[in-house]
């Protein structure tokens, strides 16, 4: 918590909010065998499922100020569809570090982050992004395909995301409308 004081010398507590957006890419194409897994784009369903996730965020006024992407052709390519639904342009970043099946990567590229940001979305992978999501806590067996959870961070700095609480405020998932 912080102490601001108003240009007529009263203080004020405010509380300083980050917004992190996890995103796991949409779904990927296994059709071509020679591929390595880094290079697999997107099959039909992600090419429809990640717009429709921008959609959704964007209705919900849940923008990012910056999305940073992992290497992988999927992350990337579900990271740029998402953005193309926003009101504004959010800046896209891209870090191989990404690319990865540790939590603590990811916990790495959030506390790399520039200050100026208020909120972020990350585009990552399985098992990192349900590993990096039990340490929040929030219990999800399997972040789908194309989900994306708001979390709110109670910091004023990315560094210390760990230390401030952290609530979820948002979940979704292409196939969750589908069940209905």
Not at 114 to 126: I, P, R, T, W
Not at 139 to 163: A, K
Request: charged share 25%; glycine share 4%.
């Amino acid at each position: 918590m912080q102490v601001k004081t108003t240009t007529k010398g009263q203080q004020t507590l405010g509380i300083a909010v980050k917004f992190l957006f996890l995103t796991r890419h949409a779904k990927s194409c296994w059709d071509d065998p020679t591929l390595n897994d880094h290079d697999r784009p997107l099959n039909k369903r992600g090419k429809k499922d990640a717009p429709q996730m921008g959609k959704r965020l964007a209705a919900w006024q849940g923008m990012p100020e910056v999305i940073v992407s992992s290497s992988a052709t999927r992350a990337q390519d579900t990271a740029g569809l998402v953005a193309e639904q926003f009101t504004h342009s959010p800046r896209l970043l891209v870090f191989p570090s990404l690319y990865t099946e540790d939590w603590e990567d990811i916990a790495a590229v959030i506390e790399d982050l520039d200050e100026e940001y208020q909120s972020a979305m990350l585009v990552g992978h399985n098992p990192a992004l349900n590993h990096f999501l039990a340490q929040v806590p929030f219990e999800l067996d399997n972040l789908p395909t194309c989900g994306v959870v708001v979390i709110r961070l109670d910091s004023r700095s990315w560094r210390d995301w760990r230390e401030g609480s952290k609530q979820v405020m948002w979940l979704d998932y292409p196939k969750r409308l589908k069940k209905n």
